[in-house]
């Protein structure tokens, strides 16, 4: 015990915490400032009457004050045989005994939510010893966790188990840290390491997370897939979404989408379009969707005439329309005309290289002027249509042999589109098929299916009369075969293939290819114009097909 305690145990009265000396009858002689409301001088024989419970030999004892309990450890004996006791409230303890039962209970609740992380979670102190591990790292290294424990990382990497130490890169630069390496079990791993500071600002602890990304490579190679797959299915919605409400059209291919933007940008801008294409290639569905993807749909009609299918001596009076009584036999109201019946919306001039060269000119005043003038009517009447004309002949050459008025060919020709013809946009015609069989089947009830090399012949014939000869067979081809399944035996007699190998007895397997390879060239060289299309339509090389036609001799006229 200390001097001064033992000169003059008085002191403690100055301590303000739980302490008495006792003599060796349990009295109490002194108290600490803690006692100094409770004690007086006058209760020393009440208090010696106080039952003690002593435990340990004596070093630990329990008392109550004022229905207080105390807990007292025996701190000292002085040289006149008094003890010092020095204690605490037991609801002190109570109090310290729930906070660490609250504390265990968070440990556990930390202990287990670590062990069950799917990743490994590793931590060191700030000189790498390994203070803790979880059982994940067994999974991604290999190594039972109780071997990393008290050993530091520099000992792991010197054993060949880490390449390099995150914990030494988060101590020195003081941050989180991420490096990938490929571990001792030879997985990729991910490795983030997180600085943990005490209350002077230091790197106390480095808490690191180790992920294996072998499953997250192999996760991501499954959604690549997944997203292939996806992207697949996106581009067949987005070839249904390009069917028309009018006619039906499908423009899977590069060129028919070009066409479709421009007729979308031009819409709403009222500028006349001449449409250019082959007999049957879709002019009129593309003036169509124009018209019903325009403004002008909501206002007007879509008002079509074929220049070349009425008489001309009617023709006038179709376009302009006539008074009452402008000629024998005419109607006595007078009668509208197509420029009339379109006013506010669209009026589609197909044929236009049929018009007369008199109506040429009549017909340029209307465009030009935007006014029109019945036969036998004495006042022009103001219109508001839009035209859009369209033809399958070259009005160019027309204009150099002085049958079509040149000034009307640059009125009509504006916003020139030129739509080509089926065998030069071949990525249309299984999407036109689909359509045009499912049609057919919904139309005459029939549920018929085509064969694989029927479609092929279908991809492959040259369709002069492109998408209506294409809507023509498939129609004939459901409504006349009795099969349910379509195939090329089922073509009518001028669509059955020609070609017929002869393979002889002594004909070698070499000899049959080049025999075949031969007659695919011929018709290849008829059908396209440049060694460079041919290449694209077969899928092969410009290279390839210029030494196959110099093997077979074979050029173009």
């Known amino acids: 015990m200390s001097k001064a305690i033992q000169d003059s145990p008085f002191i403690i009265k100055d301590w303000y915490i739980p302490a008495i000396v ?77 906070r660490v039962t609250e504390l265990e209970k968070i440990n556990r609740s930390l202990d287990a939510t670590i062990e069950n992380s799917y990743d490994g979670i590793y931590i060191t102190d700030q000189k790498g010893i390994t203070l803790y591990t979880n059982s994940a790292i067994e999974r991604i290294t290999g ?4 071997y990393y424990l008290g050993k530091s990382v520099d ?36 490795i983030t390491g997180s600085p943990v500071f005490n209350n002077e600002g230091d790197v106390e602890q480095v808490v690191t997370n180790i992920r294996d990304l072998s499953d997250l490579n192999e996760l991501m190679r499954e959604l690549m897939k997944v997203n292939e797959l996806n992207h697949h299915y996106k581009q067949e919605i987005e070839k249904l979404r390009k ?38 290639v879709g002019k009129d569905v593309l003036a169509r969707h124009i018209f019903s993807t325009s403004v002008r749909s909501k206002k007007g009609e879509f008002i079509k005439i074929n220049c070349g299918a ?25 009668k509208q005309g197509m420029f009339e019946l379109a006013e506010g919306g669209v009026l589609f001039l197909d044929e236009i290289g049929e018009l007369p060269l008199q109506l040429q000119v009549k017909l340029l005043r209307a465009i030009q002027d935007r006014e029109i003038q019945r036969i036998g009517g004495t006042k022009p009447k103001k219109i508001d249509v839009r ?27 504006v916003i020139p589109i030129t739509i080509p013809p089926l065998r030069e946009r071949r990525d249309d015609i299984l999407a036109l098929l689909d359509l045009f069989l499912a049609k057919a089947n919904e139309q005459y009830h029939f549920n018929k299916t085509l064969e694989l090399s029927l479609k092929e012949y279908f991809y492959q014939h040259n369709w002069p009369g492109n998408v209506r000869e294409l809507i023509n067979i498939v129609e004939r081809l459901v409504v006349l075969t009795d099969k349910s399944l379509l195939s090329i035996s089922d073509l009518p007699v001028e669509y059955k293939p020609t070609h017929q190998y002869q393979i ?8 049959c290819v080049e025999k075949a390879e031969r007659e695919v060239l011929e018709r290849a060289v008829k059908t396209y114009q440049t060694t460079y299309e041919m290449a694209e339509a077969l899928d092969s090389s410009q290279a390839t097909i210029v030494r196959k036609l110099k093997k077979y001799k074979l050029k173009k006229e």
């Open 504 to 511: 002889s007895k002594t004909m070698t397997l070499k000899e």
């Open 387 to 413: 035209i859009i004309a369209a033809t399958n002949r070259n009005l160019v050459e027309m204009v150099k042999t002085g049958d079509f008025r040149e000034d009307l060919y640059y009125r009509l020709n």
């Open 243 to 280: 069917i028309t409400s009018h006619d039906g059209v499908v423009f899977v291919s590069e060129k028919m989408k070009m066409i479709y933007e421009v007729a979308d940008r031009i819409s709403d801008i009222d500028v006349t379009v001449l449409i250019l294409g082959e007999t049957g």
């Open 155 to 190: 000992q792991l990497i010197k054993r060949g188990i880490l390449n390099s130490s995150v914990t030494h890169k988060v101590v020195k630069q003081r941050r989180t840290v991420s490096v990938v390496q490929e571990n001792y079990a030879g997985k990729e791993t991910l």
């Open 310 to 334: 009425i008489p001309e001596d009617l023709l006038e009076s179709e376009l302009f329309g006539y008074e009452g009584g402008a000629f024998t036999g005419a109607n006595q109201k007078g």
């Open 143 to 146: 190594i039972p966790k109780e």
């Open 22 to 98: 006792i003599n060796s009858t349990y009295e109490i002689c002194y108290w600490s400032g803690y006692f100094k409301e409770y004690f007086e001088q006058g209760k020393k024989k009440a208090l010696s009457n106080y039952e003690w419970l002593f435990l340990d030999d004596n070093r630990l004892a329990t008392a109550s004050f004022n229905d207080q309990s105390y807990l007292f450890l025996t701190a000292a004996t002085m040289d006149n045989g008094d003890t010092l006791m020095i204690g605490c409230a037991t609801s002190f303890l109570i109090q310290q005994q729930v």
